[in-house]
């Protein structure tokens, strides 16, 4: 598919070229099909397949990790205590220093995609402690209300 496509409209990538075509299933569109899911915290591709595709939507779990069992339990119980001051650390990593949040009460790890050149440790903290509380109550109702597929 991906070499018919490249003769049809120059990409080389087959999500570029789905964007880019406005490519339908049953009416929809690539973008609007892939921010029906919502990512459970495996790894970030999800997250990053439908950034390709122009999603931007809002989750919790979008761009973090966090293994089975800990996901489960945050799911059981409502995720209550995450985003606690005493269960939240911010280190910098990799090359490009990035900020990451660890929330050892889950055991996860969240990405920032904010680097230490662009902001400080305590900016990360406010924004960490705002966003959490918001996306934690988001994912709840989506899932109480079968709001989006997994």
Same mark, same amino acid.
């Given at each position: 598919? &991906?070499?018919?496509?490249?003769?049809?409209?120059?990409?080389?990538?087959?999500?570029?070229?789905?964007?880019?075509?406005? !490519?339908?299933?049953?009416?929809? &569109?690539?973008?609007?099909?892939?921010?029906?899911?919502?990512?459970?915290?495996?790894?970030?591709?999800?997250?990053?397949?439908?950034? @390709?595709?122009?999603? =931007?939507?809002?989750?919790?779990?979008?761009?973090?990790?966090? =293994?089975?069992?800990?996901? !489960?339990?945050?799911?059981?119980?409502?995720? =209550?205590?995450?985003?606690?001051? #005493?269960?939240? #650390?911010?280190?910098?990593?990799? @090359?490009?220093? =990035?900020?990451?949040?660890?929330?050892?009460?889950?055991?996860?790890?969240?990405?920032?995609?904010?680097?230490?050149?662009?902001?400080?440790? #305590?900016?990360?903290?406010?924004?960490?402690? &705002?966003?959490?509380?918001?996306?934690?109550? @988001?994912?709840?109702?989506? !899932?109480?209300?079968?709001?989006?597929?997994?």
């Amino acid at each position: 598919m &991906t070499a018919s496509c490249r003769s049809q409209c120059g990409h080389f990538d087959y999500f570029e070229c789905c964007a880019a075509s406005g !490519v339908t299933w049953a009416g929809i &569109t690539a973008d609007e099909l892939v921010a029906r899911f919502e990512s459970l915290g495996d790894n970030c591709e999800f997250g990053l397949v439908q950034r @390709k595709l122009g999603a =931007e939507p809002l989750g919790l779990l979008r761009f973090t990790f966090i =293994e089975l069992r800990d996901l !489960v339990r945050g799911l059981r119980c409502g995720f =209550e205590g995450l985003g606690a001051a #005493e269960a939240t #650390e911010v280190t910098v990593s990799g @090359k490009d220093q =990035e900020y990451v949040i660890r929330d050892t009460s889950f055991r996860m790890t969240f990405h920032t995609w904010q680097s230490q050149d662009e902001t400080d440790i #305590e900016t990360i903290r406010r924004q960490y402690d &705002t966003r959490v509380g918001f996306l934690r109550r @988001k994912l709840l109702e989506d !899932v109480t209300n079968a709001e989006k597929y997994s």
